[in-house]
């Protein structure tokens, strides 16, 4: 008998295609990565730019352990309740970059709304450690929100990395659905205080193809900018696993270049727009 269940699933268009990670810097850091059992989130992401981002010498760390308090439906992280901090993970994570040999580090972590201080004193002291034990590496720090707390925030603003990242990720309608326990209005002043509270350069992310029109893209690009947010990033969503939200569409690259064009017409330092982007691409560029 014929089968008569169509198919949903949106199909992968050809520009959604990765390189294989190749070359002398990428293979010296996977050895090194492997031997060590270093955690990048390059790795535990499944990153389409490893290769790329390796090979310039930029890597990602996850710090305060893999496990997350909160349940994105985007995000490939898993959920439940997390370990106890590790308080000699900053060294670790220094050292790795040390070992790495890398120019410029991304920091990122799970949401620890477990902890009283939401992780923000160990996000700190880990600045720190990578200052004290690789002072030639420039940082971008992309944190969660620490519910708004401008108390924890400030302790990133303290140890002053080159860039402090706060995603975004979608659009104001879908927000609830995506990030589940985040909040629009509530990430757009978190940006927003870094800034007035004295830090250099601000950066976010947003991913597309989650149901959003143009017209709330537009949107969302001119709220970051009104927040004087310098930098955006904007890709296209892929859905980690049969669990995650699905994919409702393939933005075109004429798309991205089109929100790329609009956003630095309105004076950001920095854009990033086309399919492969992730938050983290070309990041040693955003902090010039």
Not at 5 to 22: A, E, F, G, S
Not at 214 to 237: C, H, L, P, S
Request: glycine content about 6%; aromatic content about 6%; some cysteine.
């Amino acid at each position: 008998m014929e089968n008569l269940v169509q198919d949903t699933t949106v199909q992968k268009p050809k520009w959604i295609r990765v390189k294989l990670p190749t070359g002398k810097n990428y293979r010296e850091l996977r050895t090194l990565v492997d031997k060590y059992k270093l955690n990048t989130i390059c790795q535990s992401g499944s990153c389409p730019n490893m290769g790329e981002c390796w090979g310039e010498g930029t890597a990602t760390f996850m710090i305060l352990g893999n496990i997350c308090t909160r349940s994105c439906g985007f995000c490939g992280v898993k959920t439940g309740k997390p370990m106890d901090v590790n308080w000699d993970e900053p060294e670790k994570v220094a050292r790795s970059i040390k070992l790495m040999k890398i120019k410029h580090a991304v920091l990122t972590s799970v949401d620890r709304d477990d902890l009283k201080d939401m992780g923000s004193i160990l996000w700190g002291e880990t600045v720190n450690a990578v200052r004290r034990i690789s002072p030639g590496t420039t940082m971008e720090t992309l944190i969660p929100d620490f519910q708004g707390l401008t108390k924890h925030l400030d302790r990133l603003v303290d140890v002053a990395p080159e860039v402090i990242s706060h995603n975004m990720e979608t659009v104001k309608r879908l927000t609830r659905e995506v990030r589940i326990q985040a909040k629009y209005e509530r990430s757009l002043e978190v940006l927003r205080y870094l800034k007035e509270a004295g830090q250099n350069r601000t950066k976010t992310g947003l991913m597309l193809g989650l149901g959003e029109n143009k017209d709330e893209v537009f949107q969302t690009i001119e709220d970051i900018r009104n927040a004087n947010v310098d930098v955006i990033t904007m890709g296209q969503y892929l859905q980690p696993t049969k669990k995650h939200l699905p994919v409702k569409k393939f933005i075109t690259p004429e798309e991205f270049d089109e929100f790329g064009d609009f956003a630095r017409s309105l004076g950001f330092r920095h854009v990033e727009s086309s399919p492969l982007v992730r938050s983290s691409y070309h990041a040693e560029k955003h902090i010039h």
